[in-house]
């Protein structure tokens, strides 16, 4: 994959090292050469950039090298960040890639374009009581917890195909894919093995898998939306909410 988390910075000046537009150059090359490895059109991938606990300069610095669509894990640091940047950038738009209350639904349907962890019904309720209210809803990715973890946000890979037509059938709600985050521990191939082969069965075309240390790994098995924070910003310099998010029990 040639990108280690970290990228050259140099051990014990992580602000050293490549600027985050050169890091974005590298991060696309990457993916375009694994889409080749793949036999996947150019182009057939997302990036989405994420910027939790990224200083807006970097940011800034990111959508002037031609980023457009950026990820965050938490709605509260998303609203402090994010307005002035999208009223001043028009084509760019933000996904929230982390857990997500119900009590917050209303907010993240007015900030997102894309929800990647739909995970449960109270969740499905919230958003059908929204779509009252606008034109459209953000795009849907449903979370799966592919390595049944109990920390970890997303329903069980068992779960899926039901939760899945619950949320067509019963919620009416129009489901584009699939999400997961495999255990830090694994490999993670077998877990985007698990999720592409529950989208294929259920008809989603779209994969939410791969992070800095293995979205070339992702591609391969299928992924269309990469999420990369720290090869595209460098290694986050505050202790960052997990990668996972809080804890599972939100509502
Ligand atoms: C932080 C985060 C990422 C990006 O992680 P990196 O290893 O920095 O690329 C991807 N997905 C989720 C859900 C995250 O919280």
């Known amino acids: 994959m040639g990108l280690r988390e970290g990228g050259s910075a140099s051990p014990g000046a992580p602000e050293d090292g490549p600027s985050p537009g050169a890091r974005l150059k590298e991060v696309q090359r990457a993916i375009a050469d694994a889409c080749a490895r793949a036999g996947r059109p150019a182009g057939s991938v997302t990036l989405v950039a994420v910027s939790k606990t990224v200083p807006l300069a970097a940011i800034d ?41 119900t009590n917050k639904v209303r907010e993240a349907a007015g900030l997102f374009t894309a929800i990647h962890s739909l995970d449960r019904p109270a969740l499905c309720e919230a958003l059908v009581r929204e779509r009252a209210r606008r034109d459209r809803l953000p795009m849907l990715f449903v979370q799966v917890n592919t390595g ?18 619950a949320c067509r059938e019963r919620y009416g709600l ?78």
Request: contains cysteine; hydrophobic residues 45%; charged residues 20%.
């Open 148 to 165: 049944a973890e109990p920390q970890k946000a997303g329903v069980l890979p068992e779960d899926a195909d039901v939760f899945l037509a």
């Open 61 to 101: 610095e990111v959508i002037t090298a031609g980023q457009a669509i950026f990820g965050e894990n938490r709605v509260q640091e998303a609203r402090a960040k994010w307005p002035p940047l999208l009223a001043r950038f028009g084509h760019v738009e933000v996904h929230l890639i982390g857990p997500l209350q």
């Open 174 to 251: 129009d489901i584009a894919g699939l999400m997961c985050i495999p255990p830090v521990s694994e490999p993670p191939a077998p877990h985007f093995e698990a999720l592409a082969g529950i989208a294929a069965r259920n008809g989603l075309s779209y994969l939410s898998m791969g992070m800095s240390a293995d979205f070339g790994l992702a591609i391969e098995y299928g992924a269309t939306h990469v999420r990369v924070g720290t090869a595209v910003f460098g290694p986050r310099q505050s202790t960052p909410p997990r990668a996972e998010g809080p804890p599972r029990r939100l509502d």
